[in-house]
């Protein structure tokens, strides 16, 4: 059974940084391409961005290129958000997620239960 466990939001101050984790387990995780979905009050859930399964390839929704960084650490079976220069439209419940195969198709298998994300001004 896959489980997902994000980890590290919480209340930041506008142009200040925070780095979310999602901790996997019960999959290959070194195999598996994962994306990080955001959805905030009142709005759809929208992707962010997403890591191929060896972390060569990124790719990024618009609103966020040059501020976030996806990594992972396929030793440890855990897949970063680093969020740079936040701003208060990047307050949100962020989870993370997990693709069928080595590269972002845009279908998710499994989700997490999410992480808070709060920017204050």
């Known amino acids: 059974q896959v489980q997902l466990v994000e980890s590290g939001g919480g209340l930041v101050q506008a142009g200040g940084s925070l780095r979310l984790s999602c901790a996997a387990s019960g999959l290959t995780f070194s195999r598996r391409a994962m994306g990080w979905f955001r959805q905030a009050p009142g709005k759809e859930r929208e992707f962010v961005g997403a890591?191929?399964?060896?972390?060569?390839?990124?790719n990024y929704v618009d609103s966020v290129k040059g501020r976030f960084t996806i990594s992972r650490d396929n030793a440890k079976n855990t897949v970063y958000l680093q969020m740079n220069s936040v701003k208060l439209e990047d307050t949100a419940v962020y989870y993370c997620a997990v693709s069928g195969g080595l590269l972002w198709s845009g279908e998710v298998d499994s989700w997490g239960r999410g992480t808070q994300v709060t920017v204050s001004s």
């Open positions: 890591i191929s399964s060896s972390g060569g390839r990124t």
